[in-house]
């Protein structure tokens, strides 16, 4: 699934919309490179990744480079490798030590086939604990972790909502929507144990997709564990393909 494109969708916007989706408290550029950094919780707002494919004559010292930027963060220097990396870019980290951790595969997919409203699911400016809870039961959470997802509604420079699906008065679903132009992305989809196998899941996708249509979004991303097959089975049957897939590399 590597650099494909769905209706027009290329993996160069998904890649964008990624970095816009989720915030991080210092970026910089070198070269090709862009790098994130925020507390060091969440992958994607803490590491660095091609935005060119493009041959880079300086990609060896570059990697050291950004590596060494990271050190002085006090964090671990994280790469994420996608279709975009320049070529040489994984045998590079290979030869420093790094190892590959967490493959994921980015999924999009038309909106409307499956977007409704839903009176039983909230949209709320930022996370609560409520939804925090919800998240914790499918998303391993630490400090980091929960202080960044915390912090980032007041660094969004998109619209975006937090939804939560109430059965009888009980938080059961949760997950997060970000709208960006015809693009919009869905994150931290969870369904506390006890309430799934029920379609509720489904029934947050599809408020948030009545959400996102609302924006001007046509289309919809997100980004899942290649390992979960389960939750890509149901988003193939709401007409999500898969685009590509990234994986980690960090210096064990």
Not at 120 to 128: D, G, I, K, M
Not at 196 to 216: F, T
């Amino acid at each position: 699934m590597q650099g494909k494109s769905w209706q027009g969708v290329s993996v160069a916007e998904l890649e964008r919309a990624s970095h816009n989706a989720v915030p991080a408290l210092r970026t910089a550029f070198d070269g090709p490179f862009l790098m994130r950094a925020f507390l060091g919780g969440t992958g994607r707002a803490n590491a660095v990744s091609s935005l060119d494919p493009a041959p880079d004559a300086a990609l060896t010292q570059r990697v050291d480079r950004i590596a060494g930027a990271y050190d002085k963060l006090g964090l671990t220097p994280r790469f994420r490798s996608t279709p975009l990396d320049p070529p040489g870019l994984q045998e590079a980290l290979l030869e420093r030590g790094y190892a590959e951790h967490d493959e994921s595969v980015v999924m999009a997919g038309p909106l409307a086939g499956f977007a409704a409203p839903d009176a039983a699911v909230e949209f709320l400016p930022a996370p609560t604990e409520e939804w925090l809870a919800v998240l914790a039961t499918a998303d391993y959470q630490t400090e980091k972790r929960r202080a960044e997802k915390m912090q980032a509604p007041g660094m969004m420079l998109l619209p975006a909502a937090w939804l939560l699906l109430r059965l009888e008065g009980k938080a059961v679903a949760a997950g997060q929507v970000a709208a960006d132009g015809q693009l919009l992305g869905f994150f931290d989809i969870a369904t506390a144990p006890d309430f799934r196998r029920r379609g509720l899941g489904q029934r947050l996708l599809a408020a948030g997709a009545a959400w996102g249509q609302d924006q001007g979004a046509r289309t919809g991303w997100l980004q899942v564990s290649a390992s979960n097959t389960p939750a890509q089975a149901l988003y193939a049957r709401l007409g999500f393909a898969g685009i590509y897939n990234y994986r980690y590399f960090l210096l064990r």
